[in-house]
């Protein structure tokens, strides 16, 4: 079984993410429709029978264009939104650079929350607890999926997978948009890669 982790197509860099109800830019756009389209393409392969998303548009406007291909709905699961940056969601960057100086995830200790938002130990808890939930279910059904969701919470998710801290202060690889990331579970165990 796989389940093939996407993160959203490219979205505005001049706002702050996290929770912003902002959707894709226009290349973010093309990001989804060419994912769908190479999907399709190897659909036999992948053999993907259900697509999760986050519930934020810039993630399920990247879904949906996959789920038109294949012919599936998609199921919204709030619980792998991006950080809960408070009232930094879609805000642009010179605004929050005037108002709140200094103020980033890097920034935050770790159980420091962003105004009316989260801390790196909530996200990480909600992240922790999404994907074990998620995992059991998954299991149980035993076929391939899809989840479209941000590059925080794949930082999350594989620092669970492969059994290492996660920290908002360690520098993370940088996700690309709209690509696939395999991760198989064998002998008991989720593992990254084809």
Same mark, same amino acid.
């Given at each position: 079984m796989t389940c093939y982790l996407i993160r959203h197509g490219k979205d505005d860099p001049?706002?702050?993410g996290g929770w912003s109800k902002l959707g894709?830019?226009?290349?973010?756009?093309?990001q989804a429709e060419d994912l769908a389209n190479d999907i399709f393409t190897k659909r036999c392969e992948l053999a993907i029978t259900k697509i999760f998303s986050s519930d934020l548009p810039r993630a399920t406007e990247t879904a949906n264009p996959i789920a038109h291909a294949l012919g599936?709905?998609?199921?919204e699961c709030p619980q792998f939104?991006?950080?809960?940056?408070g009232i930094f969601a879609?805000?642009?960057n010179e605004l929050a650079l005037e108002k709140y100086p200094g103020v980033f995830w890097n920034t935050l200790a770790w159980d420091e929350t962003y105004p009316d938002g989260e801390s790196p130990l909530l996200f990480y808890e909600r992240i922790k607890s999404a994907w074990e939930a998620f995992s059991d279910e998954m299991l149980q059904e035993a076929q391939n999926v899809a989840l479209v969701?941000?590059?925080?919470?794949? $930082? !999350?998710?594989?620092?669970?997978?492969?059994?290492v801290a996660f920290s908002n202060k360690t520098p993370q690889e940088r996700?690309? $948009? !709209?690509?696939l990331i395999p991760l198989r579970y064998q002998r008991g165990r989720w593992v990254e890669g084809e």
């Open positions: 001049t706002v702050r894709l830019t226009a290349e973010g756009k093309q599936l709905p998609v199921v939104r991006e950080t809960n940056n879609g805000m642009p969701t941000h590059g925080g919470v794949i $930082h !999350a998710i594989q620092s669970l997978i492969r059994g996700i690309p $948009h !709209a690509a």
